[in-house]
């Protein structure tokens, strides 16, 4: 099996990054947030280590609108006692 050269992985990793580019282009502008949102994640995911790494691996996860509604629904729905449950 041959190993790629610095320059070859260089190469290979400019020429993905210039496909996601154009691809970028073609989407509309919430899209494009929900990708920089993904990529943010992987790479948070991928330095995090140790405890709390999990959940840290979340951060920028979720658009602020997704979290404006979680918000909303926590606030709507959990905060109520049904007290013919109890």
Do not use: Y
């Not at 992985?9 to 989407?27: A, E, I």
């Not at 990708?35 to 996860?61: C, E, Q, W």
């Amino acid at each position: 099996m041959r190993r790629t050269t610095t320059s070859e992985h260089q190469s290979g990793s400019d020429d993905l990054k210039q496909d996601v580019l154009k691809n970028l282009d073609v989407l509309d502008s919430h899209d494009q947030r929900r990708v920089l949102d993904f990529t943010r994640a992987l790479a948070v995911r991928r330095r995090s280590t140790g405890k709390g790494g999990a959940i840290l691996a979340l951060a920028g996860a979720f658009s602020p609108d997704d979290l404006a509604e979680m918000k909303r629904a926590i606030e709507e729905d959990c905060e109520r006692v049904d007290e013919a449950q109890w």
